[in-house]
T-cell receptor
Framework: LAKTTQPISMDSYEGQEVNITCSHN???????ITWYQQFPSQGPRFIIQ???TKVTNEVASLFIPADRKSSTLSLPRVSLSDTAVYYC??????????FGQGTELSVKP | GAGVSQSPSNKVTEKGKDVELRCDPI?????LYWYRQSLGQGLEFLIY????????KSGLPSDRFSAERTGGSVSTLTIQRTQQEDSAVYLC????????????????FGPGTRLTVL
C-alpha cells in the first residue's frame, strides 16, 4: 500500500513563498499527482495537478523530480487567506487513491 | 444544483443504529467518491463509483459499511450497527470521469456529513 508523507504543519508570513513537499514512494507509473486545499468545515478544493517536471497555474506551481517519488507545491507570496490544510493525492500501484495526511499552513501577518 | 450536495449535514445517532448518508453529485459526473475524515485527520478513501459500479470496495473499513449508486447519479453510504469510532465527517466528491490517460479528473467535494455516534 502506498504511503504519502507530508509535514504536519508549517508557518509562514504574508508575502513569503511557501513550499510543501509530499513523499509518495509507491505512486502508480502513469498516475498524476494532485494537490488540494481545505478550509475548516469545507470539502477540499483542487489546486494543481502534474505528472513530471514543473506545472504552473494562476495560484501555484508544482515541482516533480524525475523519479516522481515526491512533489513540491509552491505557493508564491502567500496571504492570510492561504491559511488552510494542503493535501497531496496520488494513486498507488494497486489502484487506490491515497491522500497525504495534510499540511496545516498558518500564514501570519 | 451547481455543486455536490450531501445530506444530512449533521447526524447524531446512538451506537448500534444504522445510518444512511446521501450524496448528489454534479449532473453529468460519472465518477463519485466517498471519503472519511476523522477529527484532525486526513482524508481516508473509502470507495469510488464509475457509473453505477464500484470496481474496488476494499477501502471500506468493515463489512458494516456499504455503498450503492443508482442511475449513475445519487449515491448512498450505509453504516450498519454504528460504533463510536465511526464518528467522523463523511465527504463525497464527484468528477467528470475517473481519469484519462492517467490524468485524474478534478474532484469536486461536497460539504460533508458530520456523523456523531453516541
Amino acid at each position: 500500500l502506498a504511503k504519502t508523507t507530508q509535514p504536519i504543519s508549517m508557518d509562514s508570513y504574508e508575502g513569503q513563498e511557501v513550499n510543501i513537499t509530499c513523499s509518495h514512494n509507491n505512486i502508480a507509473t502513469n498516475d498524476y499527482i494532485t494537490w488540494y486545499q481545505q478550509f475548516p468545515s469545507q470539502g477540499p478544493r483542487f489546486i494543481i495537478q502534474g505528472y513530471k517536471t514543473k506545472v504552473t497555474n494562476e495560484v501555484a506551481s508544482l515541482f516533480i523530480p524525475a523519479d516522481r517519488k515526491s512533489s513540491t507545491l509552491s505557493l508564491p507570496r502567500v496571504s492570510l487567506s492561504d491559511t488552510a490544510v494542503y493535501y497531496c493525492l496520488v494513486g498507488d500501484r494497486g489502484g487506490k487513491l491515497i491522500f497525504g495526511q495534510g499540511t496545516e499552513l498558518s500564514v501570519k501577518p | 444544483g451547481a455543486g455536490v450536495s450531501q445530506s444530512p449535514s449533521n447526524k447524531v445517532t446512538e451506537k448500534g443504529k444504522d445510518v444512511e448518508l446521501r450524496c448528489d453529485p454534479i449532473s453529468g459526473h460519472t465518477a463519485l467518491y466517498w471519503y472519511r475524515q476523522s477529527l484532525g485527520q486526513g482524508l481516508e478513501f473509502l470507495i469510488y463509483f464509475q457509473g453505477n459500479s464500484a470496481p474496488d470496495k476494499s477501502g471500506l473499513p468493515s463489512d458494516r459499511f456499504s455503498a450503492e449508486r443508482t442511475g449513475g447519479s445519487v449515491s448512498t453510504l450505509t453504516i450498519q450497527r454504528t460504533q463510536q469510532e465511526d464518528s467522523a465527517v463523511y465527504l463525497c466528491a464527484s468528477s467528470l470521469r475517473v481519469s484519462s490517460s492517467g490524468r485524474r479528473d478534478e474532484q469536486f467535494f461536497g460539504p460533508g456529513t458530520r456523523l456523531t455516534v453516541l
